[in-house]
């Protein structure tokens, strides 16, 4: 994995073939931390070109309310310009196609990119954005979402929200696939990383259930593979 810069000077992280297609990941509320970096890894292992903005610009919050901090200080419109410009950067240096995949915050903003920034596809972890930054019923590029029905971060990323917004995509005729997790909580998807258990205990975050985990990696992977194709 190498740091680069793009768009306007901006930092990240890649790491794949320049040729093969890319998938921006989007950071969870955390910033860019090891986990993200590990999963941006996996994702590049099944032939994917990764590619990590850091929209906090090197600054990682080490504890809950230090991410809070830097999530609420953070201009989304600003960042889901850079995620355009992130975009415009793989397209120019290689790949033909981009999809993006967010965790957290990253799935709000994963959500904007559909809209917004130029990607075929997207897939949003437990995470929903704001409706001033993305209207989901306006949303052309096919989406998978993938939400664990024992999160409770009420009014963001627990299944009753994630449930209005499959509906609103629906009645919408937006193509949109919602995935439900029935062991699973919020930020389940670290589980993948070497880090997994750890960072379950240290947050108290429920520990998914590996065939969930697993069930979910699939279905990312194969969503990417066929609309990257």
């Not at 955390?30 to 990764?50: D, H, M, P, Q, Y």
């Not at 901090?69 to 975009?87: I, P, R, S, Y």
């Not at 929200?161 to 949109?176: C, D, Q, R, S, Y």
């Amino acid at each position: 994995m190498q740091k680069v810069t793009f768009g306007n000077g901006l930092p990240a992280y890649e790491v794949g073939e320049k040729s093969s297609p890319a998938l921006i990941v989007i950071q969870e509320y955390w910033g860019v931390n090891e986990l993200i970096k590990e999963v941006a890894t996996l994702f590049s292992k099944e032939g994917f070109r990764c590619f990590v903005p850091d929209l906090y610009k090197g600054k990682i919050g080490l504890d809950a309310e230090e991410a809070a901090h830097l999530m609420n200080a953070l201009d989304f419109k600003n960042a889901v310009e850079e995620l355009k410009q992130a975009v415009d950067y793989l397209k120019s240096t290689g790949s033909s196609k981009v999809g993006a995949v967010g965790f957290c915050m990253g799935g709000a903003l994963s959500f904007c990119a559909a809209q917004h920034c130029g990607v075929a596809a997207a897939a949003p972890f437990y995470g929903t954005p704001h409706p001033a930054l993305c209207e989901v019923e306006k949303i052309t590029v096919p989406i998978e979402a993938h939400f664990g029905n024992l999160d409770t971060i009420t009014g963001f990323s627990d299944v009753a929200t994630a449930k209005v917004l499959e509906e609103k995509m629906k009645n919408a005729g937006a193509p949109g696939t919602f995935y439900y997790y029935e062991k699973s909580g919020h930020s389940f998807f670290n589980a993948v990383t070497s880090q997994g258990a750890e960072y379950f205990t240290k947050y108290g975050y429920p520990y998914p259930a590996p065939d969930e985990i697993a069930l979910a990696q699939q279905r990312v992977v194969e969503f990417f593979k066929k609309q990257l194709a």
